[in-house]
């Protein structure tokens, strides 16, 4: 199901309004299956839709309200069928049905065709973000796999044919949604005919937590007739914040997600004394609770008014028992798309699902260290994330273990994941500017570390890195502990062989432009030369703009700049495959000229550049240039 229209309700206002076409009559049927798609029953429309193509084939307006609802349902493989019938169709289709069969596209990993269709939608929508991050995130795709080793994911053994997701830790254990039950076998897709109830259930972690017990329902006042949603736990686990609608309707609306509190009785062994949180509202959701570790500050979704799309993420006070205001995220986490299932860690790093910001496809599971005054997205990647759903991530850093739910086998279960191998990023994404690329690998084997060395672009200046058991980690000099060239001279001491020291200084740009000025075309040259001569180095091209101008502007200038190198490498002979294509847009100031500082026209021109950075080396054919 998906997540951004059917999970515990958080439903955009249906925006595809379906006109009169000079086709064949619409039918009682047909007009049946419309009022259920209206009212979010996508299993009954389906239905129905199906029934009127059977009867007349060429119906092919019925073929795109049936693409349209496979969609919302999110069963992209059906979705793909119908929309490729129609797509073609211009008379029928409206521009935002091409954005959205390239979505169903990326989740079917049709790639290339996906990036045809954003295409053809951006060129009516040039200014539309999502597809702006879709098509990115097209162009990218190897990006989300290159720490793909740093987790191990499995599937709980608990996951039965329902659904299964959104987990909280509790006790020894997690503490999960699901839809499970007894007496009535669960469809994949979710109908919204009452048929089926999510509640709250209880595991409790086996054998260092790679086996769950059976789950159980949680007692108490929690778990009623109504649809229970994400919790969490505060108060040594003696409180809880969990959302439920309020109707057993299956006609569930987007105005009917609330969130309450209840207190645990040890006395009784079970939950009790439900009040609803006094911010909630009858013209608007609330739900996806997270507590922060001061138990301050409370995290949740809402699609209250005043945001920037769907479903945003805000957070609010608690003072005892009194609640302050609501407060919006801001525009650098939040998007027009949809941001839910908030988690936040013990060190104030915020997990969350979207489907605004790119990815794989689907919800990607995102995170953001809440404690920077420059607030950086960034993607969990494979295989946390897939080309379906990810979301409801919670993690626990003391064990290095961390449970999400997911729907890439085609329905919603819980998995867990650990971290293997923690990645210091300095040497990966730090800008690369007056930096020496040294196109060597040797044993280190004096100094204060010892391992494998390998010295990259991408480093900051005069600062040395090595590599060692597969972690990257900053050296400094052992004597003074200051940034210095001790690791070159080690190995000039050593007789290790550098094969070229390459220094390679960004280019910048003009205000506003993106074309590439004379003087820095000898930049690129060393860069081609450096690649025609190593065949088996990628770089990325990171383009970047000054504070000057919207974000979305700013987003889309960089990819121009980041895409204006690209052409030029290409002209080079530089296979494209080999470049990586980012544009930063204002999130990498070098300097504090962000939004809110006055700075020199000379210090907004350093923010205008574009920056390269070694992303891939065959360490095998490196270790042959000796």
């Excluded at 007349?56 to 019938?85: C, H, M, V």
């Amino acid at each position: 199901m998906r997540k951004t229209d059917l999970l515990l309700g958080l439903i955009l206002t249906i925006f595809l309004g379906f006109t009169s076409l000079a086709q064949s009559k619409i039918s009682h049927k047909e007009r049946r299956a419309d009022r259920h798609f209206e009212d979010f029953s996508y299993y009954k429309a389906s239905e129905l839709y199906r029934k009127v193509i059977k009867k007349n084939p060429r119906n092919e307006r019925a073929k795109l309200k049936l693409a349209r609802t496979y969609f919302k349902a999110n069963k992209p493989d059906d979705a793909k069928i119908y929309f490729s019938e129609v797509i073609h169709k211009t008379y029928l289709v409206k521009s935002l049905d091409y954005l959205h069969y390239a979505q169903v596209l990326q989740s079917v990993e049709r790639f290339n065709s996906a990036k045809k269709w954003c295409r053809k939608y951006l060129a009516i929508n040039p200014r539309n973000i999502i597809a702006q991050n879709l098509s990115y995130s097209l162009e990218n795709v190897n990006k989300y796999y290159k720490d793909s080793s740093k987790y191990v994911v499995q599937g709980l053994n608990i996951n039965t044919e329902a659904a299964e997701f959104s987990p909280s830790f509790y006790q020894e254990g997690i503490v999960f949604v699901s839809s499970r039950s007894k007496k009535h076998s669960f469809k994949r897709y979710y109908s919204w005919d009452g048929s089926k109830f999510l509640n709250l259930y209880y595991s409790e972690g086996l054998i260092g937590n790679e086996m769950m017990t059976t789950p159980e329902k949680i007692k108490g006042q929690v778990n009623t007739r109504f649809h229970q949603g994400p919790a969490t736990f505060y108060q040594g686990h003696q409180k809880i914040i969990f959302t439920s609608n309020n109707t057993t309707s299956s006609q569930v609306t987007d105005k009917n997600l609330k969130l309450y509190s209840a207190i645990f009785s040890n006395e009784n062994n079970r939950w009790q004394n439900v009040i609803p949180l006094p911010f909630n509202h009858e013209e608007y959701s609330s739900g996806h609770p997270a507590m922060d570790i001061t138990e301050k500050v409370l995290y949740f979704v809402s699609d209250r008014p005043g945001g920037l799309g769907g479903t945003d993420l805000y957070k609010i006070s608690i003072n005892g028992n009194d609640w302050g205001d609501p407060v919006n995220l801001g525009n650098k986490i939040n998007t027009p798309g949809n941001e839910m299932f908030p988690y936040i860690d013990r060190n104030n790093r915020l997990y969350f699902s979207s489907n605004g910001h790119g990815g794989l496809g689907g919800l990607d599971i995102f995170f953001v260290d809440i404690n920077k005054s420059i607030h950086k997205v960034q993607n969990m990647g494979f295989p946390i994330n897939s080309t379906r759903d990810d979301f409801g991530l919670i993690y626990d850093e003391t064990k290095e273990l961390g449970y999400f739910s997911s729907d890439r086998i085609g329905q919603s279960d819980l998995y867990q994941f650990r971290v293997i191998e923690e990645v210091i990023h300095n040497a990966i994404t730090t800008p690369v500017y007056d930096s020496q690329l040294p196109l060597s690998m040797a044993s280190l084997q004096s100094g204060p570390t010892q391992g494998t060395l390998l010295v990259v672009a991408g480093i900051e200046h005069k600062k040395s890195y090595v590599i060692t058991d597969n972690q990257v980690i900053e050296v400094k000099d052992p004597e003074t502990n200051q940034d210095s060239n001790w690791l070159n001279d080690l190995l000039v001491r050593n007789n290790i062989f550098i094969d070229q020291t390459v220094e390679l200084n960004p280019i910048h740009y003009g205000f506003d432009k993106s074309s590439i000025d004379p003087e820095y075309i000898s930049e690129l040259d060393k860069l081609a030369m450096l690649m025609q001569k190593y065949s088996f180095i990628e770089f990325e091209l990171g383009g970047h703009t000054d504070a000057i101008g919207s974000d979305i502007y700013n987003q889309h200038l960089s990819q121009k700049r980041a895409s204006s190198a690209l052409d030029y490498l290409r002209d080079k002979q530089i296979e494209s495959d080999r470049l990586l294509v980012v544009g930063y847009g204002e999130s990498s100031p070098i300097n504090n000229c962000t939004d809110d500082q006055s700075c020199t026209k000379h210090q907004h021109r350093l923010n205008r550049r574009t920056e390269f950075r070694l992303i891939y080396m065959d360490e095998n054919q490196v270790v042959s240039n000796y």
